[in-house]
């Protein structure tokens, strides 16, 4: 297994840190996560030869990236996890530039942020297409059954005022309504765009929220700042707060399933063997029961209930 050089990767990590500063501090609370190799460094343990596991902003991704390091780890291979890197505008450029290694990634999205003007919903489709979009030496390896979509989700008293059962009924009444989303959600094809291009939906107006559908988002939703929130398919609070998730007829989201992307020159043949035995036992239904566990009541943090899930699996 290759690795950039150690001063190569220490450049590209200052350059990361100081020319993406101020979107990381928006996407992070402030905090650069690309700084602990400086930490690891300062300590005197040197990590560098380690697989390096990033992840988005938002918790299930955290989870899942360190579910791949556990697993990485528990088949003797070093790893280590950088989490809440940002957006895909953020963490692809960390991989192209060896800041991290390898993030868990959901296909449909992946696809749409490598090639803006595709139309394919199909779960294999975008697999077969993502093998010859991605930029030169990033490849993604077997997606798994688990899959987590946004959706336009609403309060059970807005569903019942507009009888809202899917985008098309919202479609009808978008005018009046605010939508609640990342900031992104506003340049994304799949976000205002789309809905726009398929639905005919133009909301009154656009809040910009940046915890990715989390607890904020939530929030908004149910104090009526906003009526209508992008929110991701496994999230707890759904259930927790009886909130209705609308139906996509015109799959404005396509498949996204989970997925490993990694640098293909940093991950050996013995890691991706690892990776996809992850994806091999991943499930919707372990989503929602990690995202519980992590944003529920329990609380618990991202490490704790990977390794649960690890053991539970077999792989820890």
């Given at each position: ?128 297409s993502l093998e010859e979009k991605l930029p030169e030496n990033l490849v993604v390896l077997e997606p798994s ?77 149910l104090n009526d700042d906003v009526q209508v929130a992008d929110i991701y398919t496994t999230t707890p609070a ?31 043949d013995e890691a991706r063997d690892v990776l996809n035995e992850v994806s091999a036992q991943l499930t919707t ?32």
């Open positions: 297994m290759q690795h950039p050089r150690p001063n190569a990767r220490r450049k590209a990590l200052a350059v990361l840190a100081g020319g993406m500063a101020l979107a990381l501090a928006g996407c992070s609370g402030g905090g650069d996560p690309l700084e602990n190799e400086t930490t690891a460094e300062a300590s005197g343990s040197s990590t560098e030869q380690a697989l390096v596991v990033g992840s988005a902003d938002f918790p299930e991704s955290s989870t899942i990236a360190e579910i791949y390091a556990g697993a990485l780890n528990a088949a003797g291979i070093e790893a280590e996890t950088r989490l809440g890197i940002g957006s895909r505008e953020v963490y692809i450029p960390a991989l192209e530039d060896g800041s991290i290694d390898l993030i868990p990634e959901y296909t449909g999205a992946l696809l749409v942020h490598t090639d803006p003007e595709t139309d394919l919903v199909d779960a294999g489709e975008i697999v077969d059954d688990a899959e987590d979509k946004d959706a336009m989700v609403v309060t059970a008293a807005t569903a019942e005022k507009y009888q809202l059962e899917s985008i098309e009924d919202l479609a009808k009444v978008c005018g009046e309504l605010t939508l609640g989303a990342p900031a992104e959600f506003a340049e994304r094809t799949q976000g205002l765009a789309g809905l726009k291009e398929k639905y005919g939906c133009e909301f009154k107006k656009f809040t910009a929220i940046g915890d990715s559908g989390g607890p904020l988002t939530v929030d908004a939703l759904i259930e927790e707060n009886g909130l209705v998730v609308l139906e996509d007829p015109k799959q404005n989201w396509p498949a996204q399933q989970v997925i490993p992307l990694i640098a293909d020159d940093r991950v050996s239904e372990d989503l929602i029961a990690l995202n519980q566990a992590v944003s529920g009541d329990q609380k618990l943090d991202p490490a704790d209930a990977a390794q649960d899930w690890l053991e539970e699996k077999g792989l820890a």
